[in-house]
């Protein structure tokens, strides 16, 4: 028969102890000897946290510009907040008809253009899509 993935824990029983964490010296150390990099303090720690609460992130953004760890989460966090605030935008029906009827618009516009430069004969590069077209390699 084949073995289990999970262990038989019948003969085990629970003691109720709390297991002992290795405190924080010892898991620099460990991850020195590793390879894998930390946070040098706990300040950095939690500014890095801080970076992915929707409002806060702008704090250790301006505050704690030597920090690179906190500067690369802060960096991610008001990313993710600038697409927080386009998604509760978008959750408003006439500010998502009027973008996607702009959009629309837009890619008609570009289709004529594109028709006509065709019937020209020109290759000519339409704004926004040829540059979109060169960086996915398409």
């Known amino acids: 028969m084949a073995e289990s993935f999970f262990k038989d824990d019948k003969s085990e029983s ?6 002992v964490l290795e405190d924080s010296s010892q898991a620099a150390a460990a991850g020195e000897e590793s390879g894998k990099e930390g946070f040098a303090s706990d300040e950095g720690r939690m500014a890095a946290i801080m970076a992915y609460i929707p409002i806060l992130c702008f704090v250790p953004l301006l505050s704690m510009k030597e920090n690179k760890e906190a500067q690369f989460h802060a960096r991610q966090g008001v990313m993710l907040f600038l697409v ?9 029906d006439t500010v998502s008809d009027l973008v996607f009827k702009g959009i629309l618009l837009i890619a008609a516009g570009l289709s004529v253009a594109g028709i006509i ?13 040829g540059d979109m077209i060169d960086k996915s390699k398409l």
């Open 14 to 19: 629970p003691t109720g102890e709390i297991p």
């Open 84 to 92: 927080e605030l386009v998604a509760v935008l978008f959750l408003i």
């Open 117 to 129: 430069f065709a019937l020209q004969g020109k290759n000519y590069r339409l704004p926004l899509i």
